[in-house]
């Protein structure tokens, strides 16, 4: 503990220096943009996982419904799953249009 001592003594100038540190607009400023600049990394880090991981849940689900199509023994059965696939898939492509209600 007594070898502590002067690196709390340390520790505690140090605070009171930076206590008594006073910033000018600029640096204040520069800053305030360094800490957005970072912040707007940090969001758009986490978007992109975020976008990721929907990918890869996407992906799994799809992955799952293709193999249960496959492990179908019924081959009448297999041909309906694949055909209700392919017209949601060709759903999904279709561009929205947009319904106006005229008066």
Do not use: G, W, Y
């Amino acid at each position: 503990m007594a070898s502590m001592k002067p690196l709390m003594q340390l520790v505690f100038h140090c605070m009171e220096k930076v206590k008594r540190f006073k910033l000018t607009k600029e640096s204040k400023q520069k800053a305030e943009k360094n800490r957005q600049k970072i912040e707007q990394q940090n969001m758009k880090q986490l978007h992109s996982q975020r976008q990721e991981m929907a990918q890869q849940r996407r992906e799994d689900k799809r992955r799952a419904e293709k193999e249960k199509i496959l492990a179908e023994d019924d081959p009448d059965k297999q041909r309906k799953m694949e055909e209700r696939e392919h017209r949601r898939e060709i759903k999904k492509r279709q561009p929205k249009v947009k319904q106006m209600k005229c008066p």
